[in-house]
């Protein structure tokens, strides 16, 4: 294959940018997948972002990695959940 080509005719750079679309759109599926054990957590006592991590893995939840909550997980988390919201993305609960 030519340098700087990927298959079908398509540049690295398409396919970078496909799989990188791809990769956000199941972040995006599972931050709202998470959202409301996020609430539910919340609605525990569960204020920082540290007592959340906590609160999903004594429950039994994973990143969508597989790897355990950590603060600076929830943090993001809650970042691409503000994004959605902002672009007009509403919970069903």
Do not use: C
């Not at 006592?45 to 990143?63: D, F, P, R, S």
């Amino acid at each position: 294959m030519a340098k700087g080509k990927a298959a079908a005719g398509k540049t690295q750079w398409q396919d970078t940018r496909a799989a990188t679309e791809e990769q956000t759109r199941l972040a995006d599926e599972f931050a709202m997948y998470m959202a409301p054990f996020v609430r539910d957590a919340q609605r525990d006592g569960a204020v920082l972002k540290n007592q959340i991590a906590k609160w999903l893995n004594e429950n039994g939840h994973k990143t969508r990695l597989g790897k355990p909550w950590s603060r600076v997980a929830v943090k993001r988390l809650f970042v691409r959940l503000k994004k959605l919201h902002d672009a007009g993305w509403r919970s069903k609960s």
